[in-house]
């Protein structure tokens, strides 16, 4: 399968063809980004809500994310840190629905290495893009909780973070290394003696604690101002990806599981699903396959590990400024002409495809089909030049990696341990769901190219992709009487953020505090803490990174920074 560099003039395929999905393609960027490369987890892997244009990558399933990574022997629940974010500088109606359910397109998890009978709490980071910073008020430190948590024999853990691109290199090789010395410790027991614990829960527990360099790497790199930070993050997520695909091929720590498991172990629970799961991970890593093979897949997953992450970086990276008149963008709020970085000049207005808000906002009020066209167009392109290259060299590696596997294709090899089972099931649950959907769908495409036949008075005017934003946002208003810009002055940033914590408060019985922040790598980061509200027992954190900059991941997303592991 061959992706082609996308010729503007195909942009006039009617959006409304049968069977075709936008799905917010144009964000080709907030796909599925995937840290861990072995199949076995590593600590470090991601969830996505609409992960469309980037590749998804050679994992473990995600059954086994966050809570069904087990240590197996106490149960413990890991601190685990998330970030997210979003990038638009005043709160809509929509925003504030949406805060507490924010659309993920990117998870890391993150461990903190400890004695397995101590609990570890729960640690967030939710990165809004909003007009205005919480004012900091009386804020309390993680000290003054510990109490707290101690009675419940957990710990309360916030990172430290390398600050120098030589201590981001440090910290990963100093991981590797013990992740590298506890796989030797695995391999080169006394086979005949081996035991749960010291094979298949001491696999677990290296790879859950290696995982906290990786997800760390993986903030920079997203996060961090400073590019010769984002560039030593970057290389050090490839040297972790790199020595995660290649935990699965060591021979020794292969052998050392195969011999418990040649004892016929009686596990039950938890114990079980990790044993069979684990064992199902290296059957489809191609341990079974001859040495010749097995040598070709693991070169071939590192190739394709590499080349994912450049695919993300190059995306992120991306930087495409569009310039307008004030005339091209009539209908565009003033709050987002007035955006800082926007008027450049006196009538020229830089709009960046790249920033999400910006483009979310100019495809949805703009009333001018050429700009929203010009706009979608170069959306949808953002990086083409090396990611064209990149998505065949990608789709060509998947199919070779399925092939060598024993599965017919990639979407086999990826169906498997999901629902689907196989790829043919999903496809037929895609073409039953466009199915079901397909004549509500035509019926909302019919209201709003009515509209956009009386606005433009062309009779045979069609709703484009990029159209449907822009002429979704007129039927609220014409059918509903919803104006979601008028709405935005009654949902400011702090009123909409205290409504959502109260609402989360009520319902679930917890209590949200706002605390110090020992280490920001921006000035404006804050740090929450969640507890229970009847006992007090800390239950978890997050950071807030609320603004957009150069640099940053620019599109909605939450990283897991350190997570949970029983």
């Known amino acids: 399968m061959k992706i082609c560099h996308r010729d503007s003039k195909r942009g006039k395929n009617n959006f409304a063809e049968k069977n075709k ?85 990117a998870r890391y998890t993150m461990f903190v290495p400890s004695p397995r009978s101590v609990k570890h709490l729960f640690i967030s980071l939710l990165l809004f893009g909003l007009g205005l910073p919480l004012p900091a008020g009386e804020l309390k430190s993680v000290g003054d909780f510990r109490a707290a948590a101690e009675k419940s024999n957990e710990v309360l853990t916030i990172p430290d973070w390398p600050q120098t691109p030589e ?3 440090a910290a990963m090789k100093d991981a590797i290394a013990k992740g590298n010395a506890a796989l030797d410790e695995i391999g080169k027991q006394d086979f005949s003696k081996v035991t749960f614990k010291t094979t298949v829960v001491a696999l677990d527990d290296l790879t859950y604690e290696a995982g906290n360099a990786g997800n760390k790497a993986v903030i920079i790199k997203e996060t961090n101002t400073s590019p010769a930070m984002r560039t030593a993050a970057e290389n050090a997520v490839k040297a972790y990806q790199d020595w995660g695909v290649g935990i699965d091929y060591r ?15 009686k596990l039950t629970g938890e114990d079980e699903k990790l044993f069979n799961e684990t064992l199902r991970d290296y059957r489809r890593a191609g341990l079974d396959l001859p040495p010749e093979k097995r040598q ?98 990608i789709l060509t590696t998947r199919n070779q990696v399925a092939l060598c596997l024993g599965y017919k294709s990639w979407d086999d090899f990826q169906t498997e341990i999901r629902m689907a089972k196989t790829g043919a099931q999903a496809k037929q649950f895609i073409n039953d769901l466009i199915a079901g959907t397909q004549p509500k769908f035509d019926q909302e495409i019919a209201e709003m190219r009515k509209i956009k036949i009386a606005e433009t008075k062309n009779q045979n005017a ?79 954190m997050f950071y807030l990174d609320m603004f957009p900059r150069d640099g940053k991941f620019n599109h909605f997303a939450e990283f897991d920074i350190i997570g949970g592991k029983l």
């Open 167 to 169: 201590a981001v290199g």
């Open 251 to 265: 021979e020794d720590v292969y052998k050392a599981i195969k011999a418990f498991a040649d004892t016929h172990p």
């Open 21 to 105: 999905s936008n799905r917010d393609t144009e964000a080709g960027y907030d796909s599925e980004k995937r840290l861990s490369y072995s199949i076995f987890p590593l600590g470090s892997r991601t969830e996505a809500d609409e992960q469309r244009d980037e590749a998804d990558r050679i994992t473990r399933d995600k059954e086994r994310n966050e809570g069904e990574q087990k240590s197996l022997s106490k149960p413990s629940h890991e601190l685990a840190f998330r970030m997210s974010h979003s990038i638009a500088q005043n709160i809509t109606p929509t925003m504030a629905l949406a805060i507490s359910a924010l659309p993920i397109c």
């Open 462 to 540: 069609q709703i484009m992709r990029w159209d449907w934003r822009y002429f979704s946002d007129q039927v609220k208003k014409q059918k509903y009487t919803v104006d979601t810009e008028a709405l935005r002055a009654y949902f400011p940033f702090q009123q909409t953020l205290e409504g959502m914590f109260n609402i989360y408060q009520s319902i679930f019985g917890l209590k949200f505090y706002r605390i110090r922040v020992p280490y920001k790598w921006i000035d404006d980061l804050q740090l929450y803490l969640v507890a229970d509200a009847a006992s007090g027992q800390p239950l978890g």
């Open 296 to 393: 070709n897949v693991e070169k071939l997953r590192k190739e394709l590990s590499k080349m994912e992450t450049d695919f993300s970086s190059n995306i992120v990276a991306a930087k495409v400024p569009l310039v307008f008149t004030k005339a091209e963008l009539e209908g565009v709020p003033e709050s987002i002409l007035n955006s800082p970085g926007v008027k450049t000049g006196d009538d020229s207005y830089t709009i960046l495809a790249n920033v999400t808000f910006q483009y979310n906002g100019v495809m949805q009020t703009a009333r001018r089909e050429e700009t929203r066209k010009r706009l979608n167009v170069t959306r949808t392109n953002l990086a083409r030049e090396k990611n064209v290259l990149l998505l065949n060299s």
